[in-house]
């Protein structure tokens, strides 16, 4: 008799933040049933909430370990603010209305609470380790399976915030989801009537959803054959594909997809569509392309996405800032997909959005250090009520001060 079986792995250390938002909720449903990881790896799910919301968490605990999920290993809820080596995978969500984009005129309890959060975050995530924590540290960077972190938050503002506040922790395990990507793949097949699944790669180059560079992969249509016997064809499409579709150079052409195209997704992004199904989908397909290269299913391609990352400089970024950037990833590492360096358009599109990126950057990074100094720091914020279950719980927001080295 034959048998086959699978290889499983070690469980997967997932901490999702702020995990009673519906979009969390969302995200742990797709974690937890394999949709994402796929059926063969399990889940360590922790759940990090503020220590007032510990009762909910623990029933929250309990109903998903009712649930049966097929990927379900253990799960539990902690208001313990964590360290860098405390998950494989930290998914950062938030109730901004628009996660890319941060408003410094309003002043909604939503935004405090969350800022709030993200920043005590950020100062735990890279303090060094001591004791015991150190020791497991050491032993699980030995073992040959031990992924490296990654932080995957639902948009640019957390991201930037993170890496800015987070010493000691190398910009490379960040990313953010994009919605461009999809907006852009889904308004051009609308446009030729055609299915979405049918439109080839698009690359996107952004520092926020308005401001922005799209390129699809020519041909357009993953099925196209384009000749270029005859000089008058567009290399973008086929003439017989144009004429099929009852299209011309007049309605489409290179002209059409630098500026009503984009200026088509411009103006369905600026309409804010992160609604909790929407942002826990993109997010969703964030954490599916980083851990597909991480298998040992013998893929060797490199995987092609655009996602949100902290630039390493390349193709005239600004090093250190939040861009999205189209991507090759492949194995635990990302490089800057440059299949279009040499497009004088694109080189003039990364000069107007550095310009944006710094100066958003400086704006918020100047904004949270007087937040931090206020708010933090300072300990102007005294609870009505401390949390009597524990004495070394933070002030106002019920935040656990300990970490794994206590």
């Given amino acids: 008799m034959n048998l086959q079986y699978t290889k499983v792995g070690k469980p997967i250390r997932v901490m999702v933040v702020n995990p009673l938002l519906p979009t969390s909720q969302l995200l742990i449903t797709k974690l937890l049933s394999g949709i994402i990881f796929g059926m063969n790896d399990f889940i360590d799910l922790i759940l990090l909430v503020y220590s007032n919301e510990m009762r909910i968490a623990n029933e929250y605990v309990q109903e998903l370990t009712s649930c049966g999920f097929p990927c379900f290993n253990t799960i539990k809820a902690t208001s313990d603010l964590p360290h860098i080596y405390d998950a494989d995978l930290f998914c950062i969500m938030t109730n901004f209305a628009n996660p890319n984009a941060f408003d410094f005129y309003k002043d909604s309890d939503e935004q405090f609470d969350t800022l709030y959060l993200i920043l005590k975050i950020a100062l735990s995530l890279g303090k060094p380790l001591t004791g015991v924590a150190l020791q497991e540290v050491c032993k699980k960077k030995e073992e040959e399976s031990h992924l490296h972190p990654v932080v995957v938050c639902d948009g640019f503002v957390v991201m930037d915030v993170l890496h800015s506040f987070s010493e000691n922790v190398p910009s490379e395990v960040f990313y953010c989801a994009t919605p461009l990507r999809s907006i852009a793949k889904t308004i051009l097949s609308d446009y030729l009537k055609v299915q979405c699944r049918d439109i080839n790669d698009a690359y996107v180059w952004a520092v926020n959803d308005v401001d922005f560079h799209v390129e699809i992969a020519t041909p357009y249509l993953i099925y196209d054959n384009v000749s270029r016997e005859d000089v008058c064809d567009w290399d973008a499409m086929g003439k017989e594909v144009l004429d099929k579709l009852k299209l011309d150079h ?143 719980s933070f002030c106002y927001m019920g935040i656990s001060t300990r970490t794994s080295d206590s």
């Fill in 250 to 392: 007049v309605q489409f052409n290179a002209s059409w997809m630098k500026r009503e195209f984009i200026e088509k997704v411009a103006s369905t992004s600026r309409e804010n569509p992160y609604g909790c199904i929407y942002r826990a989908a993109e997010v969703s397909k964030t954490i599916r392309y980083i851990f597909q290269s991480r298998s040992d299913r013998g893929e060797e391609d490199d995987l092609v996405t655009s996602l949100g990352i902290i630039s390493d400089g390349s193709l005239g970024t600004i090093k250190g800032l939040p861009y999205i950037l189209p991507l090759l990833i492949r194995d635990q590492q990302w490089t800057v997909n440059k299949r279009y360096e040499e497009s004088s358009h694109l080189r003039s599109e990364i000069k107007r959005i550095n310009l944006i990126a710094k100066e958003h950057h400086a704006q918020l990074h100047q904004y949270c250090k007087k937040f931090l100094d206020e708010n933090i720091t300072k300990h102007v914020f005294i609870p009505d009520v401390q949390d009597s279950e524990s004495e070394d």
